[in-house]
C-alpha cells in the first residue's frame, strides 16, 4: 500500500492526492497534523533523503521560524527535532510506494514512471 504523508489543506499534497485517485492508484494519507510525524518514518526520510530534502527551506512554516531556530539546523539530528516539533516544516508530500521507495515532494513525470 501507497502512504501519502502531509497536511490535508497543502495544495501540493492535494494535486498529489488527486493525480493518485485519477491514475487509479490506492493510497492511504497520514495526517502530520492530526497523526503526528511517524518517527521510525521520519528517520527513514532522513536517511534516504538527507536533512536537506526533507526540511523545506522554502515553505512558509521556515521562513517564520526565528533566525536563532534556522540556524540551529545543521544535520539530521536537529533536523529531526524540528520536523518532530513542528511537523509543517516537513517538505510535502512524503509518500512511501509500495517497494520501499520514498519520494518527497509532488512530480507527476517521476510518478508516472513509479506506478
Do not use: Y
Not at 504523508?5 to 495544495?11: E, K, L, T, V
Not at 526520510?45 to 521556515?62: P, S
Amino acid at each position: 500500500m501507497i502512504t501519502v504523508h502531509g497536511i490535508p489543506n497543502c495544495d501540493t499534497v492535494k494535486k498529489a492526492r488527486a493525480w493518485l485517485t485519477e491514475h487509479g492508484v490506492a493510497h492511504q494519507f497520514h495526517d502530520f497534523k492530526k497523526q503526528g510525524v511517524p518517527e521510525a518514518a521520519l528517520d527513514r526520510w532522513l536517511a534516504a533523503a538527507g536533512w536537506e530534502t526533507v526540511i523545506n527551506r522554502k515553505g512558509n512554516t521556515w521562513r517564520q521560524l526565528d533566525e536563532e531556530a534556522r540556524a540551529g539546523v545543521t544535520d539530521a539530528a536537529s533536523a529531526r527535532a524540528l520536523a518532530l516539533a513542528n511537523p509543517s516544516v516537513i517538505k510535502r508530500p512524503v509518500v512511501q510506494w509500495a517497494d520501499g521507495g520514498i519520494t518527497i515532494g509532488f512530480d507527476a513525470s517521476a510518478w508516472q514512471k513509479r506506478i
